[in-house]
């Protein structure tokens, strides 16, 4: 099994900043990917952002596009979620993946975007 722990979510006002973090650990495993879905309340959950393990290459969400940052650190097994100009529809549960041989999921973690 490959564990997954989400944080760095909280409350933050429109126009400010918040960075998630996803650390992966567990038995030996070997990524293809790692990203994150949201899921807002009465709404289906939605892909944000994704990153290749190997050489990085990024893919974004057009709703995220230009706010959202996600980068990574191989060593730490670990990727990042830089969010800025968070909006109130930004808000929602964040829950990061990894992609190995198989899918798997952290708990996600909340972030409220006040207006």
């Known amino acids: 099994q490959v564990q997954l722990v989400e944080s760095g979510g909280g409350l933050v006002q429109a126009g400010g900043s918040l960075r998630l973090s996803c650390a992966a650990s567990?038995?030996?495993?070997?990524?293809?990917?790692m990203g994150w879905y949201r899921q807002a309340p009465g709404k289906e959950r939605e892909f944000v952002a994704r990153?290749?393990?190997?050489?990085?290459?990024?893919y974004y969400a057009d709703s995220v596009k230009g706010r959202f940052t996600i980068s990574k650190d191989n060593a730490k097994n670990t990727v990042y979620l830089q969010m800025n100009i968070l909006k109130p529809e930004d808000t929602a549960i964040y829950s990061c993946?990894?992609?190995?041989?198989?899918?798997?999921w952290g708990r996600g973690t909340q972030v409220t975007v006040s207006s």
């Open positions: 993946y990894v992609a190995t041989d198989r899918l798997f």
């Open positions: 567990g038995r030996a495993f070997s990524t293809i990917y």
């Open positions: 990153i290749r393990w190997s050489g990085g290459s990024t």
